[in-house]
């Protein structure tokens, strides 16, 4: 993983929340603090997408879809 070095203004009040876990090893750095914050955030980010995206299916036409041809490729398995 490459890493770019960037500049960051942040609320005084932040800086010395961040700086207290750091101080009592929650984080090995401000940086570390940083990397895992946008790291959680993107996730979060994205999982509301993909939710958001799911949320807009219709399950019973995803189910009718799924369930097309299913006999004719249930024939075609090999019988175990």
């Given at each position: 993983?490459?890493?770019?070095?960037?500049?960051?203004?942040?609320?005084?009040?932040?800086l010395k929340k961040i700086d207290?876990?750091?101080?009592?090893?929650?984080?090995?750095?401000?940086?570390?603090?940083?990397?895992?914050?946008?790291?959680?955030?993107?996730?979060?980010?994205?999982h509301k997408r993909l939710a958001?995206?799911?949320?807009?299916?219709?399950?019973?036409?995803e189910q009718e879809m799924a369930?097309?041809?299913?006999?004719?490729?249930?024939?075609?398995?090999?019988?175990?």
């Amino acid at each position: 993983m490459s890493i770019a070095k960037i500049a960051v203004s942040i609320d005084a009040k932040q800086l010395k929340k961040i700086d207290f876990f750091v101080k009592n090893h929650v984080f090995k750095t401000r940086s570390e603090a940083f990397r895992i914050a946008i790291n959680q955030t993107l996730e979060q980010l994205e999982h509301k997408r993909l939710a958001t995206e799911c949320a807009k299916l219709e399950i019973n036409e995803e189910q009718e879809m799924a369930d097309m041809g299913l006999d004719e490729d249930l024939d075609a398995w090999p019988k175990y």
